[in-house]
């Protein structure tokens, strides 16, 4: 009984929330006995529900009949398209995102709010019926690209929960962090996939983008203290070496650093690496500089935050996915025959030929890359 039974005190009102399956006479009983009064839900905390059931429609009903409030306030019919566009960006379609930065909204919720900011903006009332100019896509295109800069709910709220995903994996020193950790059993740094048990709404809300999240982080590789070697997702292509390994049952059970795999000379120990690992991953590791203990620590990046134009950014992920069209991207999608290389005439052109080994990119990468650091 003890675990079904969850209480909350505040100052002013002593609550508590029993299980649905508990007995009527006991709820009475304990509520009676305890001096708290009984109700169905918790109400909300700091201005988010308190979800223990699942989420549906109607639990966030609340920030659609906010908006309606506001919307009642506003005589409609006097204001200018520019005014209601004003209102509608600044005030309506500010409304849902407390509440969207910890929960996954329903998507008819998120439709129903798209709706009612149209209608607004387009000077729709029950009353009147109206014409939507504009569809409402092309609305939420960035002004320079020609729309009005609205935000789609869903996709706002998708960045949102993908922003806690992120840190989790970075801002380990936060208390909410370590405690999600302990609770969900985090493992490693940057899991393969989350726990998905009986989890919180939060927690479900992240797992859905898990994997997107996953994508989008880079692991810089420092001093190699922290980045584990076999269950770490460092090496581009590859995924964590635990899959790849030629003796799975030599892998220990715990943590182990990049730099264990470094010789005292520096350079990977390859004699060790060879012992465990298939050709093709050697080559892989070969491209990448031996952690250092004069190397910052290791770190991991969401390619978002790098400090670079956005159109490079978007480079990088495209690299990253290898959705770059190399010729043999373009022949996989047989916009082309040949695989080759047209300017070093290299058997394959593919991204890791593009960046980093077609001759005319080795030398400008010799020449901005410091001796030392190579
Ligand atoms: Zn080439």
């Known amino acids: ?106 998507k008819g919720v998120c439709h129903e709010m798209e709706k009612i900011i149209c209608n607004f903006g387009w000077g729709k009332t029950e009353e009147k019926k109206g014409l939507n100019l504009v569809k409402w896509d092309y609305l939420c295109k960035e002004m320079k690209n020609g729309g009005l800069g609205f935000k789609k709910f869903d996709c706002l709220n998708n960045a949102f929960l993908m922003k806690i995903g992120f840190n989790l994996v970075k801002k380990t020193d936060h208390l909410w962090v370590q405690v999600l950790r302990v609770k969900y059993r985090w493992k490693g740094k940057l899991p393969i996939s989350l726990y998905e048990g009986n989890t919180s709404c939060l927690w479900k809300g992240v797992c859905g983008f898990w994997s997107m999240v996953r994508d989008g982080v880079i692991w810089n590789i420092g001093n190699g203290a922290s980045v584990d070697f076999w269950r770490d997702n460092w090496i581009k292509d590859w995924g964590p070496l635990i899959n790849s390994c030629t003796k799975p049952k030599c892998i220990p059970k715990q943590h182990v650093p990049l730099k264990d795999f470094v010789s ?37 990046r969401w390619i978002w935050h790098i400090l670079v134009p956005q159109k490079l950014r978007v480079f990088i992920w495209l690299g990253l996915l290898d959705r770059i069209l190399t010729n043999e991207n373009r022949v996989r999608r047989q916009l082309t025959t040949d695989a080759s ?34």
């Not at 009475?28 to 001096?35: E, K």
């Not at 890791?352 to 080994?357: S, Y």
Request: aromatic share 8%; proline share 6%.
């Open 341 to 374: 290389c047209m300017i070093c005439e290299s058997s394959l052109e593919n991204i890791d030929h593009v960046l980093r080994f077609c001759t005319p990119v080795v030398a400008i990468w010799i020449y901005v890359i410091k001796v030392e650091m190579r």
């Open 264 to 300: 005292p000379s520096g350079d990977w120990n390859w004699p060790i690496l060879n012992s465990v690992l298939p050709r093709p991953t050697i080559l892989s590791i070969s491209a990448y500089k031996p952690p250092s203990v004069h190397d910052r620590v290791d770190s991991a």
């Open 1 to 106: 009984m003890e675990r079904d039974v969850f209480m909350s005190a505040t100052e002013a009102q002593a609550h508590e929330l029993v299980d649905l399956n508990v007995e009527h006479d006991l709820k009475v009983n304990t509520s009676g006995g305890l001096g708290f009064s009984h109700v169905d839900n918790l109400g909300k905390y700091l201005g988010v529900p308190l979800l223990h059931q699942r989420v549906t429609k109607e639990t966030f009903q609340y920030i659609v009949d906010n908006m309606r409030k506001k919307l009642a306030g506003w005589k409609s019919k006097l204001l200018s398209l520019a005014d209601r566009i004003t209102l509608a960006k600044g005030v309506l379609a500010t409304i849902p995102i407390y509440a969207m930065q910890s929960t996954k909204i329903p």
